[in-house]
Nanobody, 115 residues
Framework: QVQLVESGGGLVQAGGSLRLSCKAS????????FDWYRQAPGKQRELVAL???????NYADSVKGRFTISRDNAENTVFLQMNSLKPEDTAVYYC?????????WGQGTQVTVSS
């Protein structure tokens, strides 16, 4: 069973930064794409950023220029660097992958941005 374990969430003031990590196991990491999603209270889960196996990235308009997704294939880890955080970035952030079209999710990590 694929395992995704997120870490790095917390409470930060507006304008601050956080770096999320997603450690993957039991998966051929380097050949899979990974995504970060988030879900705020009362809202649907939304895609924040994705990175292909080749390192191509894409971002939601709301985070472009502020967030950066990256991967370390040697450490089986995906990162989400979040800068210039806003209160509207407050959400539970989830790591996701879908090898062979089967969805796997991490347990989520809470990010809270105070104004």
């Amino acid at each position: 069973q694929v395992q995704l374990v997120e870490s790095g969430g917390g409470l930060v003031q507006a304008g601050g930064s956080l770096r999320l990590s997603c450690k993957a196991s039991r998966i051929p990491f380097s050949i899979n794409a990974f995504d970060w999603y988030r879900q705020a209270p009362g809202k649907q889960r939304e895609l924040v950023a994705l990175i292909s196996r080749g390192g191509t990235t894409n971002y939601a308009d709301s985070v472009k220029g502020r967030f950066t997704i990256s991967r370390d294939n040697a450490e089986n880890t995906v990162f989400l660097q979040m800068n210039s955080l806003k209160p509207e970035d407050t959400a539970v952030y989830y790591c996701h992958t879908h090898p062979l079209y089967v969805d796997y999710w991490g347990q989520g990590t809470q990010v809270t941005v105070s104004s």
